[in-house]
């Protein structure tokens, strides 16, 4: 265990639901991160939080809304999915403070398996 | 901008065999290089980085990583597979956002399958 997990496990829904992904670590980090895992395609970094706030957003569609409420908690608020955006995704953390540190290391989540039908 | 490339999706060895998943890396600066595992439905597991120091970095599981600055090259290696080292290998640079935390880009992964 890494020591970030990741709710709910396996998610199905269609193209007119609203359901939320939910990470949480425990690792006294600060920075947590999303990204998207597609078939044959490199990893896809969707967003950062360090210290609660959004430090880059890297050009999602707007139906994906992340929040990050505390530290050791990251949602991603999903809406209006289309089937292209079935993927795992992805949660990690690093240590991450002001300025960055040279040495961090990002712990992932074993991620949500998204189908949109 | 940083980028890695791992120029094979798929490398097959034997049990018992060396093997070696290659990484090359393309950066301005100081590279920042780390080396992550992937089983089936799991999420990344960090095996290895490189930050500053010995070229031979070693890892989780009997792992190491050969960085060499003349060939931007970071290949990862281990002097005997195990059949569980089949997994799906990632190379990956570091840049740091100026508002906290880290980016990294990943390479497009290789398919590791080692058979008895």
């Known amino acids: 265990e890494t020591g970030v997990t990741q709710t709910p496990r396996h998610l199905v829904m269609g193209m007119t639901n609203k359901k939320s992904l939910k990470c949480e670590q425990h690792l006294g980090h600060n920075a947590m991160y999303w990204y998207k895992q597609s078939a044959k395609k490199p990893l896809e970094l969707m967003f950062v939080?360090?210290?609660?706030?959004?430090?880059e957003n890297n050009s999602v569609p707007s139906r994906f809304s992340p929040e990050c409420p505390n530290s050791s908690h990251l949602f991603l608020h999903l809406h209006t999915l289309q089937p292209e955006d079935s993927a795992l995704y992805l949660c990690a953390s690093s240590r991450g403070t002001s300025g960055g540190r040279a040495t961090d290391t990002q712990y992932f989540g074993p991620g949500t398996r998204l189908t949109v039908l | 901008a940083q980028s890695v490339a791992q120029p094979e999706d798929q490398v097959n060895v034997a049990e018992g065999n060396p093997l070696t998943v290659k990484c090359t890396y393309s950066?301005?600066?100081?590279?920042?290089l780390f080396w992550y595992v992937q089983y089936p439905n799991r999420g990344l597991q960090f095996l290895l980085k490189?930050?500053?120091?010995?070229?031979l970095v070693k890892g989780s599981y009997g792992f190491e990583a050969e960085f060499n600055k003349s060939q931007t090259s970071f290949h990862l290696k281990k002097p005997s597979a195990l059949v569980s080292d089949s997994a799906l290998y990632f190379c990956?640079?570091?840049?740091?956002?100026?508002?906290?935390?880290?980016?990294?880009?990943f390479g497009t992964g290789t398919q590791l399958k080692v058979e008895l």
């Open positions: 490189y930050i500053t120091g010995d070229n």
């Open positions: 939080y360090s210290l609660e706030e959004r430090v």
């Open positions: 990956a640079v570091r840049s740091i956002l100026t508002g906290g935390g880290n980016k990294l880009t």
């Open positions: 950066v301005s600066g100081n590279p920042y």
